[in-house]
């Protein structure tokens, strides 16, 4: 939602830089910036390497869209996602990791 706004008000400030957007996961990206095919990467959770800067753009809250057949009154936690077989993320995985570190 914000990157889509943001990459249209940059291109008609400055039609004649090529801008393209790619997603991919966390290891990849940082490698394509430490090989300078990539000038910047949006990446939400990561503890990145020594040789990369990292600047926090904002936090946020994680919100669970669930199906109205399993409405609550109250909020639900991870630990109810996953003891209903909605959430299976692996501990290793960098969704996972951050997921995992939720209290």
């Known amino acids: 939602m914000v990157m ?3 990459l249209v008000r940059y291109r008609q400030q400055a039609a004649a830089v090529n801008v393209e957007l790619v997603t991919e996961h966390f ?3 940082c490698r394509s910036i430490l090989d ?3 000038d910047f990467a949006l ?3 990561q503890q990145v390497d020594a040789d990369l800067l990292a600047e926090p753009l904002f936090h946020f809250s994680m ?3 669930l199906p109205p057949h399993l409405a609550r ?6 630990a109810w ?3 209903n077989n909605l959430l ?3 501990a290793e995985e960098p969704l996972g990791r951050v997921l995992h570190r939720a209290p």
């Open 4 to 6: 889509a706004l943001a």
């Open 27 to 29: 290891l990849p990206l």
């Open 36 to 38: 300078d095919q990539l």
């Open 43 to 45: 990446v939400f959770g």
């Open 63 to 65: 919100v669970a869209l």
């Open 73 to 78: 009154q109250e909020p639900v936690s991870l």
């Open 81 to 83: 996602l996953c003891a």
């Open 88 to 90: 299976l993320m692996q």
